[in-house]
């Protein structure tokens, strides 16, 4: 059973430059997060996305971060012009969503490690 | 003040003793709660929903109090594999994280 699957695992790169980070979601699962975690604020949650639609973006830091859904199987998140204080780990996270029902687990992939120099 | 809160610790404890963590909420109109585990460099990984009857999990026992909105999670005969991160969760349309409580058993 493949879970989530982000890409890059590590991405180390000088501030100034795009990064993109990539999410597969779990086959059938129609919701998709986008979390950041660092030590000083913990995990937080970025966007949100329901049937690849953008639900909730009030967690995006600024105009240097954009997500997009294209389609039900990948999902982007990408940081330009990146900063030194963007690094942290990124995790992307899939659900089932049904409305009305608000228990469903979410499946996290294992995380981007990102550094910005 | 943030929205979900738990002691950071780290608690130490040896094996085979019984842990209690603790959380409060602020916001009124949270959903529904979760207990998450989360290990060192890994991602977190759903360990229980929280009920308000209460709910047991062979070792693990969570707690809800929605009127004083406060969560716990038990631990009891703790395992040197239960070390990890333990974070309090709330649903309020999304899921908000508590900074996580440390916990480590030592042999």
Partial sequence: DAGVIQSPRHEVTEMGQEVTLRCKPISGHNSLFWYRQTMMRGLELLIYFNNNVPIDDSGMPEDRFSAKMPNASFSTLKIQPSEPRDSAVYFCATAVYRPGVSNQPQHFGDGTRLSIL | ?107
């Fill in chain 2, 1 to 107: 003040r943030k929205e979900v809160e738990q002691d950071p610790g780290p608690f130490n404890v040896p094996e085979g003793a019984t842990v209690a963590f603790n959380c409060t909420y602020s916001n009124s109109a949270s959903q529904s709660f979760f207990w998450y585990r989360q290990d060192c460099r890994k991602e977190p990984k759903l360990l229980m929903s929280v009920y308000s009857s209460g709910n047991e999990d062979g070792r693990f026992t969570a707690q809800l109090n929605r009127a004083s909105q406060y969560i716990s999670l038990l631990i009891r005969d703790s395992k040197l594999s239960d070390s990890a991160t333990y974070l309090c969760v709330v649903r309020r349309g999304k899921l908000i994280f508590g900074q996580g409580t440390e916990l480590s058993v030592k042999p």
